[in-house]
């Protein structure tokens, strides 16, 4: 067995260590640097005017719909799997998936869900919305934990609130938008083909953004 001498291991120990240390400055600087531009970024897009106190109010708002209005799309699902299999759900989720999605909302509450890959051509998110999606998206790519995402609130020149919050794939949701070679040749993927010719809904795996929901309320609508 050769042993190194005493200096030059030192040497190799010390390296090792620099170049450990540096690797993890730069991989915390990068993070950081992401965060700050993502900052700055929807600091730049945004016209809020918000006091502390209605910021806080409206997101609880948001949230509070944005769980209502899953819980009862999941539960509907979920009934419909069960009573006419997965491949029906789809052309359940077709017909009911909007009157479900807006049992929620009212003259002053707007509720919509988009993503950046659609399944619904009516679900093409637009500019603003592509904007907040793409937010969304560089959280996931710092490093951010889906816990820890945050939604965005802004008000419009015009007075309208608008609250956003990303959707996280659940498990159950995979079935029919998880990797497409696992769908191919099914009686769930001639059905999703048939409805949506131009799906793009698939490649996702539980804990993925799949898309967003999108709470708009107007001036009629205060917060409380």
Partial sequence: MWLLPMDLSTCLVERMLNSTTKYLFMKQLIVLTGLLSMTIFMSCKTNNNFTNEENLQYTKMGNRIVKQSFDTLRSSLQTAISEQGVANAISFCQVNAYPLTDTYASDSVFIRRTALKYRNPANKPDSIEER???????????GIENDSLKTVTERTANGIINFYKPIILQPMCATCHGDKSNLMNTDLWKTIDSLYPSDMAYGFKPGDIRGMWHIQFTTKNKAK
């Avoid at 907040?132 to 710092?142: C, D, G, P, R, V």
């Fill in 132 to 142: 907040i999606l793409h937010f969304f998206a560089s959280q996931k790519e710092n």
